[in-house]
Nanobody
């Protein structure tokens, strides 16, 4: 079992920044690919960013590419999502995810509880 706990969400004005954190416990952090998804009211959950098990590969949706950065700290068993140049369209609940193989698909092994990000105009 893997427990994922997100933090760092909040309210920010358009153009501002937030950094989300996801702390993992239960199994060896490096055994899993990690990622972030988001879900806005009335919409389906969508992929945002992912990082490979080795940390050598990062992937982003077209909508956030160039603005968001995913990273991880193996010593702290924590993955981060740095969000810059935020837009109102980024408003959603953001979920951390872990998978044995890939987090570029919504069919992942584990989900965090979610953290709300609200971007005002």
């Amino acid at each position: 079992q893997v427990l994922l706990v997100e933090s760092g969400g909040g309210l920010v004005q358009a153009g501002g920044s937030l950094r989300l954190s996801c702390a993992a416990s239960g199994r060896t952090f490096s055994n899993y690919a990690m990622g972030w998804f988001r879900q806005a009211p009335g919409k389906e959950r969508e992929f945002v960013a992912a990082i490979s098990r080795s940390g050598s590969g990062t992937y982003y949706s077209d909508s956030v590419k160039g603005r968001f950065t995913i990273s991880k700290d193996n010593a702290k068993n924590t993955v981060y999502l740095q969000m810059n140049s935020l837009k109102p369209e980024d408003t959603a609940v953001y979920y951390c995810a872990a998978d044995r193989f890939s987090t570029r698909s919504i069919n992942v092994d584990y989900w965090g509880q979610g953290t709300q990000v609200t971007v005002s105009s």
